[in-house]
């Protein structure tokens, strides 16, 4: 995910329109689908909104969507999609028709409404057009479409010199199908099937002439398919057996999840909704699920954004780890690739499906410029094994965890000198391989660029957590002596990494180590996140957290990921001074295991605050920095993907901070150390809590100086310990 500048780089840049969150798009994911309609449920076709259309498997399927009554657009009553995601509603009414002639139908007669899901690469539409007039009315509606077949790419911006051939339209009475061949020879088809049939089925549009006597409904349904390859077509179910089913398979996906509930309101919608945010994000693998990253940009697999999702969502739906795991092991490289900055050992960075990553114009099909998401495999293995006691999965699991392991110590110190680096090898891979990989993200104090290799601070904390969960995991599968070796090289790495990296002036840890082991001197969120991983000496862990909540790194809705004192901070840049949930839920955990809890609880309440100035109470990929301002909300980012697995995810974390919770399946015990919850929260409780092979529902109470613990039902031999 990069936001490059020069020639080269700007090939991949995003082109920042009108903000998404702020234009009232509204957003479906089902599987491998998406779609971005406006408020109405249309699909504009271009300018300010042209993110929107239907997608599947990395192409726009239809890029235009029209709905008019009577030749006019409709005024908007409401438009919201559910609680669970599922299903996108809209009420509107007709205005005066014809307008500026004698009217036939007063405006507000007639209702339209439409609701839309997704459910097996196609959008399923019912609507109803109801008459609360007196008399009966007859007039036309018509629904207009376009498919433009673009990549996401395309949309995003990136230039094509050549592409595919459109097909004539073919039609039928009560179908249309509009297709594209691509430049690698795969025919994409979007069909449209229209029940009952119009009156006019159209290459662009259907019209049909509604005959509506007073009181009566009139329902109408629109089905568009997405089909790739020379496959029949499979059968489109209608519209209720579809229903069934999608919300079927939404209900199964949440049954084994733990479920949480507050004394706030305001809190609560802001957990449902990131709930059900982190649901429509995942997708079903033959792996298991896996989370792509974000919609509309990055919804695709991403090795690091998943492995973190499914870290902070491990105490709510343990299953989702297990199958990013297996995902991630099933695409771990296994030979070395410079077109794709491959190497033995290492973790998918992004997988991406369309016409452009087939062909190579983009590069990433499948491709490994991330220099954390190996690291992160392991401590992901780690954590699935703390939380749940399956060593079964774990034995599965320990080669691919083994060759991440190696690469660490083979490929991931290029230069021998202790530290993980990077350096692009691919010809138009991306700069930087961190979670920060903006052309411009690392930089000295004097704004100079760092060149490579690079050694970023956060990464060495997850290659020592890497080596302390791969210790834990060796012990269990009985290897006693590569145990050791871990446990020796994250101790010597702990303490090189102090020595080379924190910087006094600086009051905590430098962002990175250049090419020439120089210090780049910056105060960024990075060096929050070596408190995550447990790097940051104990006795240099209060004077960081003083810093990340001072004034220039905490705007008042969270960290920024740069200081405001520094040369290249800019509040609406992607990664210098912008605010990121998921950056902000790392370190308050991080904040936790250094019991510095007011630090937590400054950081939990900001960001609650923030959902609460958020449409849907859904926190963005990221907003921008800028101070904080009295009567109004955190400033949205332009292109920010919303919503966004990692920060979906983000209250999960920050929740299970404020606790101190800590689940330990193989022992059957769930730990509270030095629990604590903001004054918004008198109550929470969470129910189903599974703990390896036993579940427990708990209710927890805000006291002047601690928690309060109350076991409300327990299944299977689970123990709880609080720390005061």
């Not at 320990?398 to 991931?412: D, K, M, S, T, Y």
């Amino acid at each position: 995910m990069t936001k490059p500048a020069d020639d080269e780089e700007d090939r991949f840049q995003i082109l920042a329109t009108a903000s998404l969150t702020l234009s009232g798009a509204r957003v479906l994911k089902q599987g491998d689908t998406f779609a971005v309609f406006d408020r109405f449920g249309d699909i504009r076709p271009s300018g300010a909104f042209g993110a929107q259309g239907l997608y599947h498997d990395g192409a726009r399927f239809l890029s235009a969507l029209r709905l008019r009554l009577g030749g006019q657009p409709l005024p908007l009553l409401s438009s919201t999609v559910g609680a669970d995601n599922m299903v996108f509603v809209v009420d509107m009414m007709n205005p005066e028709l014809p307008p500026g002639g004698d009217v036939v139908v007063h405006h507000g007669t007639l209702h339209v409404a439409r609701e839309k899901f997704l459910w097996q690469a196609a959008c399923h539409e019912r609507i109803h057009v109801t008459n609360y007039g007196p008399d009966a009315v007859e007039l036309e509606l018509e629904l207009a479409f376009a498919a433009d077949f673009a990549d996401v790419f395309e949309v995003r911006g990136t230039r094509r010199d050549r592409r595919g051939a459109m097909h004539a339209p073919v039609l039928g009475d009560s179908s249309v199908e509009l297709a594209y061949t691509g430049l690698d020879g795969l025919v994409r088809r979007t069909r449209l099937g229209f029940d009952p049939a119009p009156a006019v089925c159209a290459p662009d549009r259907a019209l049909y002439r509604l005959h509506l006597p007073a009181r009566v409904t009139q329902e109408l349904h629109v089905t568009v398919a997405c089909e790739l390859g020379d496959d029949e077509p499979a059968a489109c179910p209608r519209f209720a057996v579809a229903h069934a089913r999608a919300a079927e398979r939404l209900h199964e996906l949440a049954a084994r999840d733990c479920t949480i509930e507050s004394s706030s309101e305001q809190f609560d919608d802001w957990i449902r909704r990131s709930l059900a945010d982190l649901r429509m994000m995942i997708t079903r693998t033959p792996a298991g699920l896996v989370p792509h990253a974000g919609v509309p940009w990055f919804c695709a697999p991403f090795g690091r954004d998943a492995i973190v999702t499914a870290l902070a969502a491990m105490w709510v739906s343990p299953d989702l780890a297990r199958g990013v795991l297996r995902f991630l092991a099933a695409t771990q490289a296994d030979r070395a690739d410079p077109a794709t900055d491959a190497e033995p050992g290492k973790i998918v960075h992004e997988i991406r499906g369309g016409e452009m990553a087939t062909l190579g114009e983009i590069p990433f099909r499948r491709y490994y410029g991330s220099v954390d998401a190996t690291p992160l495999f392991v401590v992901l293995a780690a954590a699935y094994h703390e939380h749940t006691g399956d060593g079964a999965t774990i034995a599965e699991l320990w080669p691919q965890v083994e060759r991440a392991l190696l690469w660490i110590e083979r490929h991931g110190d290029c230069d021998g000198d202790g530290f993980v680096e990077y350096g692009r090898r691919a010809e138009h891979g991306l700069v930087h391989h961190g979670w920060k990989d903006s052309h411009d993200a690392v930089f000295h104090a004097d704004g100079s660029p760092a060149e490579g290799p690079i050694a970023l601070c956060e990464v060495q904390g997850y290659v020592y957590a890497a080596y302390q969960g791969g210790a834990r995991l060796a012990e269990l599968l009985g290897d006693e002596a590569r145990a050791r070796v871990l446990r020796a090289r994250a101790e010597r790495l702990r303490a090189r990494f102090d020595a080379a990296f924190w910087c006094e002036e600086l009051e905590g840890y430098a962002l990175a180590l250049d090419g020439g082991k120089r210090p780049c001197r910056v105060r960024t969120s990075n060096a929050g996140q070596c408190l995550f991983s447990g790097i940051a000496l104990p006795e240099r862990a209060p004077r960081l957290a003083d810093r990340l909540l001072a004034d220039d790194m905490f705007s008042g809705w969270g960290i920024r990921t740069v200081s405001a004192c520094e040369r290249r901070y800019n509040p609406m840049s992607y990664h210098n001074g912008s605010i990121w949930p998921h950056d902000n839920a790392l370190i308050a955990l991080g904040l936790a295991r250094y019991n510095l809890k007011d630090h937590v609880l400054r950081v939990l309440q900001a960001m609650f605050e923030a959902s609460g100035a958020a449409e849907l109470s859904r926190l963005p990929e990221l907003f921008c920095g800028f101070p904080r301002r009295d009567g109004a909300g955190p400033t949205m980012y332009p292109v920010a993907c919303s919503p966004q697995a990692w920060a979906a995810t983000a209250p999960l974390l920050l929740l299970q901070a404020a606790l101190g919770m800590q689940v330990e399946g193989a022992e059957g015990r769930v730990l509270f150390l030095r629990s604590a919850l903001p004054p918004a929260l008198e109550r929470v409780s969470i129910r189903n809590l599974r703990v390896g092979a036993g579940t427990i529902d708990l209710a927890l109470h805000r006291h002047p100086e601690d928690v309060g613990i109350h076991i409300l039902g327990r299944r299977g031999p689970v123990e709880i310990v609080a720390v005061k």
